[in-house]
């Protein structure tokens, strides 16, 4: 990929002064750390439809499923202000290649989940941001996740692993020529989906070895609800530990009967959480290159995003 993978991104997370009142909510591992790799779309629901910096607050009124979107304290109803201009936007973002959004935390307009609804008893935080919502519908498959998740490890690391993978995906399906493609494709993204979801992972293999069977369109759709399917279950220290005992596989012929407890002792540690996965995952890469296995070396397990974000280093 030659090009930085683009990211929707809600405007205030860059820092940029669009709340309500005027402020913003800078995240510094989105702008400095993660922004190295990606280009940012910045998307500010409220501003973006009309409204000024500083203004009156929104609050979610109603029932979660189906909230009405209004000013805080004059009790305006903005829903279908706000709902037409996402309609729009959410069209043009659709040209844009996304291949992920980060949204903002608590938002009525942007929270993925959780946002507080009002009621006439107090409220229930069962509630999802009208552009958000608006979004989720119209790319279910597409990777969110919104700040305040993303200061949890595992769940930064699940999200910047989908949104990677579906940038892969979506490119191999523009080049594609023939079933050969995804074939390859696949056969690089085992072990990542086998650390998912193991279970999916063996069901895309029958769909795969049909592909030439299938036309490409309905192949593409199957697949690709699959695969995003199976990656947005979290990499466990239990699946990673099995991943790693199925790599060790690869080397039987190979490694030393010392160079084989390192590796195992080193496995016994990261599934003992003495040490994060990088150890064990570094060890393998070395044992990879010096006998030469080319199926390891092509493996998105190994190299899932860029090492200097350090998600492997904690995990």
Not at 226 to 242: H, P, R
Request: with cysteine; charged share 25%; hydrophobic share 40%.
């Amino acid at each position: 990929m030659n090009e930085k993978i683009k990211l929707g991104i809600s405007t205030c997370l860059l820092g940029e002064h669009v709340r309500y009142d005027g402020g913003h909510k800078l995240d510094q591992f989105l702008v400095q750390t993660l922004g190295r790799f990606v280009e940012f779309v910045p998307v500010c629901p409220e501003v973006e439809s009309g409204f000024p910096v500083p203004r009156e607050a929104f609050r979610l009124v109603g029932t979660p499923e189906a909230p009405r979107l209004m000013t805080q304290k004059t009790m305006v109803d903005v829903t279908d202000r706000m709902a037409a201009w996402a309609e729009r936007r959410i069209n043009g973002l659709g040209k844009d290649s996304l291949c992920g959004f980060i949204f903002k935390s608590k938002s009525p307009s942007s929270g993925m989940e959780r946002v507080k609804v009002y009621h006439e008893k107090g409220f229930v935080k069962k509630g999802v941001g009208v552009f958000a919502r608006a979004f989720m519908n119209r790319f279910p498959l597409m990777p969110v996740e919104e700040d305040g998740r993303l200061h949890d490890i595992n769940l930064r690391e699940n999200f910047i692993v989908r949104v990677f993978a579906y940038s892969r995906l979506r490119e191999m399906m523009l080049e594609y020529i023939s079933a050969g493609d995804l074939v390859e494709f696949h056969s690089r993204h085992k072990l990542l989906l086998m650390a998912h979801n193991p279970k999916i992972q063996r069901e895309m293999g029958s769909l795969v070895a049909k592909a030439k069977q299938i036309p490409t369109q309905q192949l593409f759709d199957s697949y690709e609800s699959q695969f995003m399917t199976a990656l947005k279950y979290i990499s466990t220290i239990k699946k990673n530990t099995n991943v790693l005992h199925h790599i060790v596989g690869y080397f039987k012929k190979d490694l030393s009967s010392g160079e084989k407890q390192e590796l195992l002792e080193l496995i016994e540690h990261y599934h003992q959480t003495n040490v994060p996965l990088i150890a064990p995952i570094t060890l393998i890469k070395h044992y990879t290159r010096k006998y030469n296995k080319e199926y390891l070396a092509d493996q998105y397990y190994l190299n899932p995003h860029p090492l200097e974000l350090k998600l492997r280093n904690h995990a």
